[in-house]
């Protein structure tokens, strides 16, 4: 992967509150103890991004994914993501099993006893094959990021969220501060790895790999905006045809992530397709643990100082 | 076609974003399952029947689309009384020679006139025509010499379709047995799915709305194959469906440009454009060759002006009207030449050498073991490819070095390896299964040692044109006198493409490129490569690699690549408009007769003589294109009319009926005659290639389920593509079959356990993969089980597996050499096959369980 960027640099301008705290917490510090956690949060201003594009995202409908996999494969082509091996896992024709340090995206296969998605009641037999694409979900308050204490994740000025390889000293802390399970550690070299957006194209002004790979357009890709009107017509549709199921999955900001930067219409249940029906961002409430650890601190300080001063009333020359 | 084709599944995906109903018709649920409307899982090989009743409701319910079958089809002609059917013969038709194993046609003539199939068999008819007495080949001539001139005049019609010998009635009582009932008992297929496919392809044809069908290899691998698409071209014609918008019979290839490999053949009975390859008939000339392969009227009168133009293109200023344009330099049959016989051949001995561009058989071609030990028996070996395939290793690490029948040192075939420069190393054109060309520039130089096929070509041909330059073997001026002259560019010295194309679309005496095919003389004063392809190359420009967007041309799409023939995006479409020259609808307008300028116009390019209006009614003596008359569309054929009944042409009759595969657990519910009475097999006879005793014969119980092959989203074909990518062979690492949970349970086979599966021919093993997709049926009263087999896998490679076609037979469709793989019985068991010699001892096992000897299945 080609980093764009210098590393964190424009997170680095979120504030000057405490440089050795992590970047996100520093953003949230920054942007108002209470206002990060906002649903209508433009992540890349909050990070201190002045004129910046608008925030990019994908939207994956997967009511006309055909699992062909040509994202996965797209994926690991263009970021030179390896092989992970030959496992024959039994799970349908997933023999990928889920995201990961060596899987950036992963298509999910759900055979169920249920007719077909927009098949006309009481015929054809009564089966049906979910075909999902996931991916990280780029969160508005990506906890991630949040916990990074080398600047290694950071927010991009297309709201996106993007680990560099070249920062990563492999602390591992981002992995259990996921909601979804996305990001992972590779074992050769304990490095945290996950999808970019392709923040290298994007730089490029081209579309992420899988989306420009993908040949149904169950991958779209564009400013969140765009995608999140074209994802309520499409639910609009898909209800009218007689599909009352479907639903989208990441696209509230008022959600527990403040709404992903990548999210998915489906067919049924998050959990059906592996995905958690709540996500909360795990360090939801590290600000206000950290207000109290700089109430704590600085009465320790105080009270160091306050030490240092009589130390020095009772110094003896 | 999400499954094998996700690229072009995405205009599927874009019609049903319209409004488009989806039916998915396969034995499995696959992916394109999961995105259709409806599903109908069918027993695998019974495709005849389910579209048969589909006939059969469209005739007896009246949905068909009179109008356009009155005018455009030859549903009002009159058969002669000498016709009779499968309903009169139980199962076979007239003309069946049971000591030849085939049919004489000319007892499925139309009343007062004999008619010549636009492409297909059309030598049947050499004898009748030219008089020569031919015996020994292995197509249409083996029917006897003599027989009637061509009567002259028009066919006897009945646009009111009573008249009890029209084709209209013939075909009704055809397909009468053909119920849903029926459907039912032999395909598994419940009535009500049935009625539901029936009433949403009826009411979705018609003046306004068109339907098309979609078929792929399931639909060509059988012994029955060719007649599947002719049932289903019957249906189409019958509904109106062909030469219009949203509509046609679509064949979906095996891989890129197998379009463009059958119209620059690489098939041994075809030259360039369809035009058959001469036979070893005796005293043949140019003359009589051309009048035997022309039919009388329609764009194939004029096939010695293609022939001639090709030939010029072959030896240029060597071919002259003196020596019949060197027309006796081409190479002559002698027979059937397919693939398989090729490897009969190999067995036998006759066939010393083997060029594999691309190609594994011994995993992809079916049984593969014959295919490795007829490799086995060559002088030589040249395998052209990406990876080292099976067909390069097998002498090495094959099936048969494990099971000690072949041992390396034994084996005196020399191998060579050439490593082959992929599409983005060349430049070159694809054909596509619509029949157009796009372009595709070379973005790199091929790395390491690999080079074009077209560079190995090339230079092999320089090669041995330098060896013998200077020979007075008469033999060896086929060679030394081919044009053979193309540009050379870079520091490989690959030959100009586009040179080629050049050639392909053909220059006038001048040397200036032509515009099309009727620019082409038989006189020697024109040179074309392809006569389809003329064009291709107009005005000097590769047209081919013309890229306008979408948004600045019509929604037909004109300018995008080119289309053979003329550019022509929907062939036959003449059929869009009515027998006035007016749409048929305005919602499915396509090319129309303007009044104004006398003209055909509209938003394709007409298929049809410009300025022929819709009143014209030819003189009774003209001939070729000038015969047809304004309202006859279809032009290739030699009465301009859609064949409903084929009263010649194909081998195995005039009309499609079902059979039973060659090895089927279940018997012909519609005829004492189990299976296709002319399909291929005797030539295969061998030890190897064992057939199966067919349902009620003694020890076809032995093999109760149905076996068929496919292919995966993941892996390409035989695998040379995609089994040594370790990105492709991780989404599916290795050989599984697909069974259903009943099944499962019946043989004891455990999820992600293994599996073995036998047949007359061999055993493979594979992991088990437990899922309703694969759904029991209810056939003929009792359960029936399929067995899913991907075929991409072998023993080389980085993804590795047993090949099933290991398992498939050496059974043939007559007319086009096609092996039957998508439905064979087979036993399925618990567990890993055995290792060694075991494995060819547990086959013969089976065998002699089954009491099989090289006497079955070869009943007729």
């Known amino acids: ?317 | 076609m999400a499954e094998c084709h996700p690229v072009g599944f995405q205009w599927v995906m874009e019609a049903k974003a319209r409004g488009a109903k989806l039916i998915h018709v396969d034995p499995r649920f696959t992916r394109t399952s999961a995105l259709a409307d409806v599903h109908v899982p069918l027993r695998a090989g019974t495709d005849i029947a389910f579209l048969g009743g589909i006939i059969n409701y469209v005739l007896e319910n009246d949905k068909y689309f009179r109008d356009y079958l009155v005018a455009y089809t030859n549903a009002p002609v009159i058969l002669t009384e000498d016709y009779a059917g499968t309903e009169d013969l139980d199962g076979v038709f007239s003309g069946f020679d049971p000591q030849q194993r085939s049919y004489d046609y000319r007892t499925w003539q139309y009343e007062g006139l004999e008619v010549q199939a636009a492409s297909g068999e059309r030598d049947q008819q050499y004898e009748d025509k030219a008089g020569a007495a031919i015996r020994q080949s292995g197509r249409g001539e083996s029917h006897g010499s003599g027989g009637p001139a061509i009567p002259a005049g028009t066919p006897e019609r009945d646009a009111t379709l009573t008249h009890p010998r029209c084709v209209f009635q013939v075909l009704r009582h055809h397909y009468r047995r053909y119920t849903p009932q029926m459907v039912e008992q032999i395909c598994g297929v419940p009535p009500e799915i049935f009625q539901q496919v029936c009433e949403l392809l009826t009411q979705n044809s018609g003046r306004d709305r068109t339907s098309a069908f979609v078929y792929s290899v399931g639909w060509t691998q059988h012994t029955v194959g060719v007649q599947y698409i002719r049932t289903a071209s019957i249906l189409q014609a019958l509904l109106g469906n062909i030469g219009r918008p949203g509509g046609g019979i679509l064949a979906l290839r095996g891989h890129a440009s197998i379009q463009g490999s059958t119209d620059i053949p690489t098939l041994f009975n075809l030259l360039p454009g369809y035009i058959p390859m001469p036979h070893a008939h005796a005293n043949e000339t140019l003359d009589k060759f051309a009048e035997a392969e022309s039919a009388e009227k329609g764009y194939w009168a004029d096939l010695r002006a293609y022939l001639v133009s090709l030939l010029k293109a072959y030896w240029g200023g060597a071919a002259t009207p003196g020596n019949d344009f060197c027309f006796d330099y081409l190479p002559r049959l002698t027979g059937s030449h397919s693939t398989y016989e090729t490897v009969m051949a190999q067995l036998a001995g006759d066939c010393k050498g083997y060029f594999l561009y691309g190609e594994n058989p011994a995993v992809g071609s079916a049984n593969g073991k014959l295919q490795r030990l007829g490799m086995a028996n060559l002088d030589f070996l040249v395998v052209l490819d990406f990876s080292l395939t099976e067909s390069a290793t097998w002498w090495q690490d094959g099936p048969e070095i494990e099971t000690g029948e072949l041992r390396t040192r034994d084996i005196a075939t020399e191998v060579f390896f050439m490593p082959v420069a992929a599409h983005t190393e060349k430049s070159g054109s694809f054909t596509n299964t619509q029949r157009m060309l796009q372009w595709h520039q070379q973005a790199i130089e091929p790395h390491g040692d690999a080079r074009s096929d077209l560079w190995f070509t090339y230079h092999l041909g320089r090669k041995i044109r330098e060896k013998l330059a200077g020979s007075t073997d008469q033999m060896d001026r086929p060679i030394l006198e081919l044009t053979w002259d193309y540009p050379i560019q870079g520091e490989i010295a690959e030959p100009d493409a586009e040179a080629v194309l050049a050639e392909i679309n053909g220059w006038d005496s001048r040397g200036r490129p032509l515009a099309s095919y009727e620019q082409l003389n038989e006189d020697g004063s024109t040179a074309c490569g392809c006569w389809i392809y003329c064009g291709v190359y107009a005005d000097g420009v590769n047209q081919a690699a013309r890229r306008k967007p979408s948004g600045e041309m019509n929604w037909i799409a004109g300018e995008w690549g080119w289309a053979w023939p003329a550019n022509r995006r929907i062939l036959y479409n003449r059929a869009s408009a009515d027998p006035d020259g007016k749409p048929w609808s305005e919602r499915k307008a396509l090319v129309w007769w303007d009044e104004e300028s006398a003209r055909w116009s509209g938003h394709d390019i007409p298929d049809f003589s410009a300025a022929k209006s819709p009143f014209y009614r030819p003189p009774p003596d003209a001939a070729g294109a000038e015969a047809l008359s304004g309202v006859d569309p279809f032009v290739m054929q030699a009465d301009g009319k859609a064949w409903l009944f084929a009263p010649a042409g194909l081998l195995d009759g005039p009309l499609p009926a079902h059979y039973e595969p060659q090895d089927s657990p279940v018997g012909n519910l519609l005829y004492s005659q189990q299976r296709n009475p002319v399909r291929q097999v005797l030539p295969f006879r061998h030890r190897n290639n064992r057939m199966q005793p067919s349902h009620g014969a003694p020890g076809s119980g032995v093999f109760p389920y149905v076996g068929t092959t496919y292919r995966l989203t993941e892996h390409h074909t035989a695998g040379g593509m995609s089994r040594w990518l370790p990105y492709l062979s991780e989404l599916q690492p290795e050989m599984f079959c697909e069974v259903s949970p009943e099944l499962a349970a019946e043989r004891g086979l455990e999820h992600k356990g293994w599996a073995t599966i036998v047949t007359a021919r061999n055993v493979i093993e594979a992991r088990v993969l437990v899922t309703d997709r694969v759904p029991a049926l209810t056939v003929a009263g009792r359960r029936l089980h399929q067995i899913g087999l991907p075929y991409h896998w072998g023993g080389a490679g980085y993804s590795t597996g047993d090949s099933a076609n290991d398992l498939t037979s050496m059974s043939l469709d007559p007319n086009v050499h096609i092996q039957e793989v998508k439905g064979f019985a087979c036993d399925i068991r618990p567990g890993r096959r055995p290792r060694g010699p075991a494995r060819a001892e547990l086959v013969l096992d089976y065998q002699r369980r089954a009491g099989i000897t090289e006497q079955t299945g070869m009943e007729i």
Request: proline share 7%; glycine share 12%.
């Open chain 1, 1 to 317: 992967m080609t980093v764009m960027s210098g590393p964190g640099a424009p997170g680095r301008r979120g504030g000057r509150v405490a440089d050795s705290l992590p970047t996100g917490l520093r953003t949230a510090l920054a942007g108002g103890l209470t206002g990060a956690l906002a649903g209508d949060a433009d992540p890349a201003a909050v990070s201190g991004y002045g004129e910046h594009p608008p925030r990019m995202g994908f939207f994956t409908d997967t009511s006309v994914c055909i699992g062909c996999k040509a994202c996965e494969v797209a994926c690991k082509e263009w970021n030179h993501v390896p092989e992970d091996g030959l496992n024959f896992t039994g799970m349908s024709y997933d023999n990928t099993a889920g995201l990961g340090a060596d899987t950036w995206r992963h298509v999910a296969f759900v055979e169920q006893r249920k007719p077909l998605a927009q098949q006309e009641p009481g015929t054809g037999g009564d089966l049906r094959w979910l075909m999902a694409s996931d991916v990280c979900k780029h969160c508005t308050h990506a906890a991630c990021l949040d916990v990074c204490p080398t600047g290694s994740l950071f927010r991009t000025e297309f709201g996106t969220v993007v680990v560099q390889e070249d920062i990563c000293n492999g602390c591992g802390y981002c992995i259990p501060a996921c909601p979804y399970g996305v990001i992972d550690q590779r074992k050769e070299d304990g490095r945290a790895w996950k999808c970019t957006l392709c923040y290298d194209r994007l730089g490029a002004g081209l579309e992420p790999a899988c989306a420009k790979a993908c040949p149904t357009d169950s991958i779209q890709f564009g400013p969140l905006d765009e995608l999140r009107e074209r994802a309520a017509g499409r639910l609009a549709q898909l209800h009218e045809a007689g599909v009352p199921a479907a639903r989208l999955y990441g696209e509230d900001p008022g959600d527990g992530v403040g709404g992903d930067g990548a999210f998915f219409l489906l067919l049924d249940e998050p959990e059906v397709y592996g995905l958690p029906p709540d996500p909360v961002v795990t360090t939801r409430d590290l600000p206000a643990m950290w207000r109290h650890v700089g109430v704590a601190a600085a009465a320790l300080a105080a009270g160091a100082v306050a030490s240092f001063a009589a130390a020095a009333v009772r110094r003896p020359w």
